[in-house]
């Protein structure tokens, strides 16, 4: 299943979107507001990129008949992987999500870009639940759930731009 997000950042530079990107404590932040049950958040920066590793506990907001598969909770490892600025702050990278224990992954990729207003982030990617005969039928649960905190993660970075 495709996924195709944007979170729009209005009055930010690139650069400034890509600051809360790799700062681990506003990553631990958008952990607390998704309700992550525990989180571990690890920023690898070297001169040419970036690697950001998320790994958290979510309860497992979904339809019963996905909770019979995955219990009540989920461990999830969120992987991104930046590269360098171009000229106008524009970046671009990777992620992988997977869900220990589960048949279920996303690979993907993100990119900043300057907009006329500020910044937007897009995430696109290939969301896979490798399940005979449900799997198709998960796949849009598991989406929901990927573009809910996606949508966290821009509404807490929006707040903290409008703090100044």
């Given amino acids: ?8 950042y209005p009055g930010a530079t690139p650069d400034q979107v890509f ?14 507001k998704m309700h992550a049950i525990a989180y571990e958040v ?8 970036v690697q ?17 598969l995955t219990g009540d ?10 590269g360098p600025a171009a000229a106008d702050g524009s970046r671009a990278g990777t992620v992988r999500l997977t869900i ?3 048949p279920a992954s996303m690979d993907g990729t993100m990119a900043i870009h300057p907009t006329a207003s500020g910044a937007e982030l897009v995430v696109e990617g290939d969301l896979k639940v490798k399940i005979p005969l449900i799997g198709r039928k998960v796949e849009p649960e ?18 903290r731009f409008a703090e100044g």
């Fill in 1 to 8: 299943m495709r996924l195709h997000e944007i979170a729009d």
């Fill in 19 to 32: 600051s809360i990107i790799r700062d681990d404590e506003f990553r631990a932040e958008v952990c607390e």
């Fill in 42 to 49: 690890s920023v690898d920066d070297q001169e040419d990129q």
């Fill in 52 to 68: 950001v590793q998320i790994d958290r506990t979510m309860p497992a907001e979904m339809p019963d008949f996905i909770k019979r």
């Fill in 73 to 82: 909770t989920v461990e999830v490892r969120q992987i991104e992987t930046w």
């Fill in 100 to 102: 220990k224990g589960q």
């Fill in 142 to 159: 598991v989406a929901k759930a990927i573009v809910a905190a996606l949508r966290v993660e821009s509404e807490a970075g929006q707040a």
